[in-house]
C-alpha cells in the first residue's frame, strides 16, 4: 500500500514527459506540469449548459491542448499543409506550463521514421535538428558484471548522420515554435479541465481552470502521458476502471537520475573516455542493484548523463523524494556515488554534476487507448497521450511525430475533398493505431527486458523489429509488414504482469 501510495503522489507532483528520455520544467514551482489534473471526474461538465448562452473568450478552429513536440508539430502541419491563401484553419495552442522551456536536463535521440515525419509536415526540420543537434553515428554497450568485471564489449555498425541526431529537449521545442505561423499561436498558463462535445452547434466547447471557455470544431488532445483529454475520454468510453478496462497510466518500477552539464567540468581528457564522439555509450551493470547509464554528447559545449535504476525496490530506497521525483533533490547525489562505482566513466561523470543539476523522475507510460477519437468523434488524441510507452528503445518522440504527419494529412486531405472533420479524425485513427499500438507495445516490453535483467525476445528478433519500426513509418510508399514470428508475441505480451509495474 505503501509504494502504491508513493507512486500515486509522484503522479501528482513530478513532470513527466516520456519520449527518449522524460524532461523537467523550468523550475521546481511547476513539477505538475503535464500531469493529470486532481479535478473530481464527479465535477467535469459532460453536456451543454441549459441554463442559456455560454460565455465563449475564444472560437477557433482547431484547438491544440499541449505546447509539447506533438501540439507544436501539429500547428506547424495545419498552417503548411491545410491552409490556403482563402481558407485557413483557425488554429490555437493552449499550454498548461506559464512558458515553454529554456532548459531541460533530457534529449530525444531521432530515428529514421522520425524524420520522415518532420521533413514532410515542414521542409526545413531536417536542417534544423542538425543544426541544434549532435550526430549519433553508433552506440557503444559496456557490460559489467557484479564483482564490477567488464563482462562484453560492443559497438553498433556505423551508421548515416542523415537521421540519427540527439536533441535537447527544449532546444528541439524551441525550434519548433520558431515555425510557428504567429507569434500568439501558443496560449500559456492554460490547464484544461474538461470539455463538452456539442451537437448542436457541431463543435466543442473547452472549460480551463482560469474559468475561461474555448470552443472549437475539433480538438487535440497532445498533453502527453498524463493526458487530461484522455482521461476525459476514457471515462466517456467506459475505459477508466470501468467495462472495457483500466486505462490509467503505468509505473515500470523504474527511475532516472538525470543531467544536462558542462563538458569542461569532466576532469579526463579526451572527453572520449567517457562519451566517444558522435556515440552514445550505454553501459549496465548487474549487480545489486541493477542499473544503466547513458553518456553522451549533448552539444554546445554540454555532456547528457542519465542513471536509470531498473530494480523496482531497490530504484524507490534511492529516491531523494520518496518517489515524487525533482530537480536538485537533497541527498540523491551522496546515494548513488556508491552504486555508481563500478564502472569508472560513470562515477567520474556522477561526481561532477552539481547536486542541483540532478533531476530525478520515474519511468511511465501507457498500455494501448481502446480507441483515439470521442463517442462524439470531435475529439482526437495525439503523441504520448495516444501511444505514451516505455523511453527504452527511444521511440516516443518519433512515434508522436509520425501520429502528427498521418494526421496533417488526413485533415488535408480531408479539405481537398470537402469531407468533415469528423470524418478526417476517424481515417487518422483508422490508419495510424494499428502501427502504433504495435511499436507501443514493443516498446512497453523492451523496457519490462530492461527492468528484470530477462531477455523476453531474442535479440535477432529485436533487432529486426527495430530496423522495421526506423524503415517503415506510416504513409511510406513500399512499407513492408512487421518481421514474421514477432508481432504474436509482442501482442500477447502484458506489462502489467512483470515484476514491479504497476497501474498509477
Request: aromatic letters at 6%; hydrophobic letters at 35%; proline letters at 5%.
Amino acid at each position: 500500500m505503501r509504494f502504491a501510495a508513493l507512486i500515486f503522489l509522484f503522479c501528482l507532483f513530478t513532470n513527466i514527459v516520456a519520449i527518449m528520455e522524460e524532461d523537467q520544467p523550468d523550475d521546481k514551482d511547476h513539477t505538475e506540469w503535464g500531469c493529470v489534473s486532481s479535478t473530481n471526474d464527479q465535477n467535469i461538465p459532460t453536456t451543454p449548459s441549459k441554463k442559456g448562452p455560454v460565455n465563449v473568450e475564444e472560437e477557433v478552429d482547431v484547438a491544440i491542448v499541449g505546447g509539447g513536440l506533438a501540439g507544436l508539430l501539429m500547428a506547424i502541419g495545419i498552417n503548411n499543409h491545410c491552409n490556403d491563401s482563402s481558407n485557413k484553419f483557425r488554429c490555437k495552442i493552449y499550454e498548461r506550463a506559464p512558458k515553454l522551456r529554456s532548459i531541460s536536463q533530457g534529449m530525444l535521440g531521432t530515428h529514421t521514421n522520425g524524420m520522415f515525419a518532420l521533413k514532410h509536415i515542414h521542409p526545413e526540420l531536417p536542417a534544423l535538428v542538425k543544426k541544434v543537434g549532435c550526430a549519433r553515428l553508433k552506440t557503444i554497450q559496456t557490460k559489467i558484471d557484479a564483482n564490477g568485471k567488464i563482462t562484453s564489449s560492443s559497438k553498433e555498425q556505423e551508421i548515416s548522420a542523415e537521421t540519427r541526431y540527439l536533441v535537447t529537449w527544449h532546444k528541439m521545442q524551441q525550434t519548433l515554435a520558431s515555425l510557428l505561423p504567429t507569434t500568439d499561436a501558443v496560449v500559456t498558463s492554460k490547464s484544461l479541465v474538461s470539455y463538452v462535445e456539442d451537437d448542436e452547434t457541431d463543435s466543442v466547447l473547452l472549460y480551463f481552470e482560469d474559468d475561461s471557455i474555448v470552443r472549437a470544431k475539433i480538438v487535440l488532445g497532445c498533453d502527453g502521458v498524463f493526458s487530461q483529454v484522455r482521461r476525459q475520454m476514457a471515462n466517456e468510453n467506459g475505459g477508466r476502471e470501468g467495462k472495457n478496462g483500466d486505462d490509467r497510466p503505468i509505473y515500470f518500477g523504474q527511475l532516472n537520475w538525470g543531467s544536462i552539464f558542462p563538458t569542461k567540468n569532466l576532469p579526463i581528457r579526451p572527453t572520449s573516455d567517457i562519451h566517444p564522439d558522435n556515440a552514445v555509450h550505454s553501459i549496465t551493470y548487474n549487480g545489486d542493484p541493477r542499473w544503466t547509464c547513458l553518456l553522451s554528447d549533448a552539444g554546445s559545449g554540454y555532456t547528457f548523463f542519465q542513471l536509470r535504476v531498473t530494480d523496482p525496490e531497490k530504484a524507490m530506497a534511492l529516491s531523494g523524494s520518496e518517489g515524487r521525483g525533482g530537480l536538485g533533490l537533497p541527498g540523491v547525489k551522496d546515494a548513488l556515488i556508491p552504486i555508481a562505482k563500478a564502472s569508472n566513466a560513470v562515477s567520474t561523470a556522477l561526481e561532477c554534476i552539481p547536486e542541483s543539476q540532478l533531476f530525478e523522475r520515474s519511468i511511465v507510460g501507457r498500455l494501448p487507448a481502446k480507441r483515439w477519437i470521442s463517442s462524439g468523434g470531435r475529439v482526437a488524441l495525439v503523441g504520448d497521450a495516444a501511444h505514451g510507452m516505455h523511453p527504452n528503445i527511444g521511440q516516443g518522440g518519433n512515434s508522436a511525430f509520425e501520429s502528427s504527419l498521418v494526421l496533417v494529412r488526413a485533415l488535408a486531405e480531408g479539405k481537398r475533398q470537402g469531407l468533415s472533420l469528423k470524418q478526417s479524425l476517424k481515417s487518422y485513427e483508422k490508419e495510424r493505431k494499428p502501427r502504433a499500438d504495435l511499436v507501443q507495445k514493443f516498446s512497453n516490453m523492451m523496457g519490462c527486458s530492461q527492468s528484470t535483467g530477462e531477455q523476453l525476445i531474442e535479440m535477432d528478433k529485436r533487432m529486426a523489429m527495430l530496423d522495421w519500426i526506423a524503415k517503415n513509418p506510416t504513409g511510406c510508399e513500399g512499407g513492408e509488414q512487421p518481421p514474421a514470428g514477432i508481432v504474436k508475441a509482442v501482442n500477447s505480451f502484458d506489462p502489467l504482469k512483470q515484476k514491479g509495474v504497476s497501474l498509477i
